[in-house]
């Protein structure tokens, strides 16, 4: 059976995307660093709406957890593979660069861009052979489109993140796997729930912040049979912040 695996689903844009791919009819993984209520909560809104979902907890900025987490999955689903990838997870710790500390930097670079190889690597093999093809989607964001101050590490790794994207793209197309990346603005989430949000708003031309589920549709979109031809393409989402 075909599952999807969302990473940083337990709240959200990814709790969103998981929602909507279970809608869709896919079996969902739930991915979630340490929030194990919010990411039962998804699992049984899932399972109430006639879904299937399981949880798999594991730090997307450590390596060996990945692999541990997706060994253990792959022993007890011998008949099933990974066909959505939704690289999700990511976390930011905004300082001026010449203030911000090693740690930050690196945590926020772990999270997303390394989390985003050492996963994918992982799970193009459920993907790549037989031509069963796949959908790979990574939330990068506006900050990698155009750079915003006080974000160099974020900035860098949705940077990163875009740029690997167009590359894995073509590597694996004739496969029939597409790599595409999603670039939010400002979504309402915990993640943007401290931002000066009446200011900010009026900087967006559509005057409001978007909603986790119009990030999760257009995933869904990719996700499904109907996006095979698009692929390596950066989508914006930010009500015409930038484009
Ligand atoms: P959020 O509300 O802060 O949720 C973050 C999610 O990621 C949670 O499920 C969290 O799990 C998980 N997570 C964090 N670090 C993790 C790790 N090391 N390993 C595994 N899971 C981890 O964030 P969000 O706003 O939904 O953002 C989702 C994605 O969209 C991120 O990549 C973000 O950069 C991107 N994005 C967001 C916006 C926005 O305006 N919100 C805009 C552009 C791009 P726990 O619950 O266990 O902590």
Do not use: C
């Amino acid at each position: 059976m075909k599952y999807a695996l969302v990473t940083g689903a337990s709240r959200g844009i990814g709790r969103a995307i998981a929602l909507r791919l279970a809608a869709q009819g896919l079996p969902v993984i739930i991915n979630y660093l340490s929030n194990h209520e919010a990411a039962h909560d998804v699992a049984r809104e899932i399972a109430d709406a006639g879904g299937k979902a399981e949880l798999l907890p594991f730090d997307t900025a450590n390596p060996e957890a990945i692999d541990a987490a997706i060994d253990a999955w792959e022993n007890s689903h011998p008949d099933d593979h990974v066909g959505v990838l939704v690289n999700n997870a990511g976390i930011r710790r905004d300082n001026v660069m010449f203030m911000m500390p090693d740690d930050d930097w690196h945590a926020v670079l772990d999270t997303t861009l390394n989390g985003f190889f050492y996963i994918t690597r992982r799970l193009l093999k459920h993907m790549m052979p037989r031509r069963r093809g796949g959908r790979i989607i990574n939330i990068a964001s506006l900050s990698g489109v155009k750079g915003m101050p006080g974000q160099t590490n974020y900035s860098a790794a949705k940077a990163a993140l875009i740029g690997a994207t167009k590359a894995l793209a073509q590597e694996v197309a004739p496969r029939q796997v597409t790599v595409n990346a999603i670039a939010p603005g400002f979504i309402e989430t915990d993640m943007t729930r401290e931002l000066p949000q009446d200011e900010l708003k009026k900087l967006v031309p559509a005057g409001r912040f978007g909603t986790p589920d119009e990030v999760a549709a257009l995933a869904a979109f990719l996700a499904s049979d109907d996006a095979a031809y698009i692929n390596g393409e950066v989508i914006n989402i930010n009500g015409g912040l930038y484009t």
